[in-house]
Nanobody, 125 residues
């Protein structure tokens, strides 16, 4: 099992930037895909981005491409989400996740077995 703790999110104006981080403890960090998901009130959890253990593969949701960047530092057991050009519709609770399941794939929640507690990101217009 991997324990994940997200950094505090925050309130940012539209067009601004915010960087989320998530640190992990537990099993060998580099063996896992890491992902970011988000969930807005009344909506289902939505895939944001994912990165492979070696950082050689990344995935992004179409609406985040070009605005968000996922990265990881295995030496620090950390994963990051740099969010630029934020929009009010980016407002949500953001979750980091670690996984390597044989189900679904890195874009799907079922792929991930461990989740952080979530952090609120609010983008004002």
């Amino acid at each position: 099992q991997v324990q994940l703790v997200e950094s505090r999110g925050g309130l940012v104006q539209a067009g601004g930037s915010l960087r989320l981080s998530c640190t992990a403890s537990g099993r060998t960090f580099s063996n896992y895909f890491l992902g970011w998901f988000r969930q807005a009130p009344g909506k289902e959890r939505e895939f944001v981005a994912a990165i492979s253990g070696s950082s050689s593969i990344t995935y992004y949701a179409d609406s985040m491409k070009g605005r968000f960047t996922i990265s990881r530092d295995n030496a620090k057991n950390a994963v990051y989400l740099q969010m630029n050009s934020l929009k009010p519709e980016d407002t949500a609770v953001y979750y980091c996740a670690a996984g390597n399941a044989k189900l679904g794939g890195p874009r799907t929640p079922v792929f991930y077995g461990d989740w952080g507690q979530g952090t609120q990101v609010t983008v004002s217009s």
